[in-house]
Structures are given as C-alpha cells and as structure tokens.
C-alpha cells in the first residue's frame, strides 16, 4: 500500500505536457524541448532504420520536410538520404505537388500502361498556364541509360533490382520526376526523386589534400677549370677517348610535350561526361570564351551530340 500512495503521489507531481492542438501535436517552444521529442522519436519504431538513435538527423528530416510542406511524422516517411543527396519517395514528392496551390491536376499512365506502351507519361498542369507539361520516359531512353534489366553486371543481383522488377513502375516514376520538376519548380525546389538518385553512380567527393610546396634547391654555377697548354680545357679532354676522337653526348633532358589546344581540352572532356555528371550548357563558357566562332560552334556541336548520346 504505501509504495502504491508513493506512484501515485510521484505522478501527480509530474509537471504536465499540455498538448499544442487537438490531435496530439506537440508544439516545442525551446530549442531543448525539440530536441528531446525528436530524441524520443528517434528511440521508436516509427523512424526508419537509417535514422533510428539520430536525433539531429531527425530534426535535419523535420526541417528539410518543412520546407516542402511535409509534417514532421511525413516527412520521416517521404525522405531518404541516397548516394549522399537528401530525396523525396515517388509518391511523397507527388503529394508536395499536388498540395502546391499552382497545380491544377497531375495525369500520368499507370504502371500497366507504361509498360505496355513502352513509356512512361505524366502531365502536370499548372493554374497559371494554360498549357500543360508533358513528360515521357521511354524504354528505349531506359536502355541507353543501363537501366533496363538492372544496372548490376551480375545477373543475380540485376533481377533483384526495380528496373527488372517493376519496369513499368519505373517508367511511371522517371516520367513522373520530369513532369512535375519542368512545370512546378517552386513546389519541389530542386529536390531529387528517390527513384532518380538511386539509378545513379556514387561518386566520390572528397576533395584531394593540398599539396604544399617544396622549397627551390638554388643552384650554384660550377667553377670552369683552367685551360689546357694547347687551347683546350680540362673538361673537353676529358670527354675525348683515347683515340682521341671527340664522342657526341646525349642530353638527358626530358622533352616537353605538346600543349593542348582549348578545343582539344574541351572535346576530351566532354567525351567524359556521363548521365549523372552531364553540366549544364553554362558549363561550356569557360572553353568558349575568346574562341573563334568556328571553333566555339564544333565545341557546341560536341556538347549536343554528348547529350543525345546519352538520351538527356
């Protein structure tokens, strides 16, 4: 009985918890009272594994959520850090679009339909346009992409993947991406779709450890030797052979290669670009600037046939 009274004395101490609104949403008003929510959120089964006992990843998911319009509990279900890039699920970055007072309505093909027809179509109209975006991602685009199958060179792995397990879906959500990034940037801000960011190649970012410079040995000029009774001094003897014929030296300098032209540099490059390291045309100006207009416009041309190569 008395540790009974003790609980129940102890409990009506508990300073309480008022509730911000009806609903049960809590409404931190200091820094250390979201902190400790997101703590406790993070203990609990409701956050994905990737953020599980990371209270700053979880407020870094709240903010980055509020900013697209997702609630907090949302936007742990709709964002996903990949290959290093905060994303929006398919399906979340669709609801953000279609709450965005600009869209008027989104239509696209289902996944069936997508994969009957050979592509992927989305339409997204805005309210303050009267012509509508649309958007298709082909199977053919798929292909030249290494999308289609699954990008893993092993077989195994490959049928594993989205691109070989739901083709359809993922035409669906390439066209989906297009679609609703062309017509209503303002709602998505430049986010990636999930499904996007997955297909590409992780690549390494670190920047490379600065080189410090190495002090300059000086060089002293060599005293020239005295010259010999007949004229000739003590080094040139030296390199005469008994027979006394003078032998050709070598020079062991190394030979400087040929610089590169601009136009040269600019080709190989772009010849290196790839799907997901593709730059913007504002990319060429460095390689454009003060050329003449016949090579600005083969160094254009180069960038143009890149870009249909790779079916951007």
Known sequence: MAEETKAQTLATQREPRPLAKIGFTFLPQTWEQLYNYAKEIA????????????????????????????????????????NGRPSLWGDGALAVVRANPLCEYVRELRPDEALKAGYGECTVKRRDDDVPITRRFTKEEAEIAGLWGGKSTDAAKAKLEPWSKYPGRMLQMRARAWAM???????????????????????????????VPQPIKEEFAQPVPPAQPNGDSAVEDARQPLGGTPTEEKSNEPTEEPKKSIEEV???????????????????????????GKIQAKICQAYNDRKKELGL
């Open 181 to 211: 990034r062309d017509a209503i940037p303002e709602a998505l801000r430049g986010i990636s779709i999930r499904e996007e960011v997955e297909d590409m190649e992780p690549r390494d970012v670190t920047p490379e450890p600065l080189k």
């Open 266 to 292: 600019a080709l190989a490059e772009i010849a290196k670009y790839t799907d997901a390291t593709f730059p913007r045309a504002s990319a060429l100006n460095v390689y454009l600037k003060g050329q003449s």
């Open 43 to 82: 203990q609990t089964d409701f956050v994905p594994n990737d953020l599980r006992g990371k209270p700053g990843a979880v407020l870094a998911c709240w903010q980055f959520g509020q900013e697209v319009g997702l609630a907090p509990m949302a936007a742990l279900q709709s964002i996903a850090v990949i």
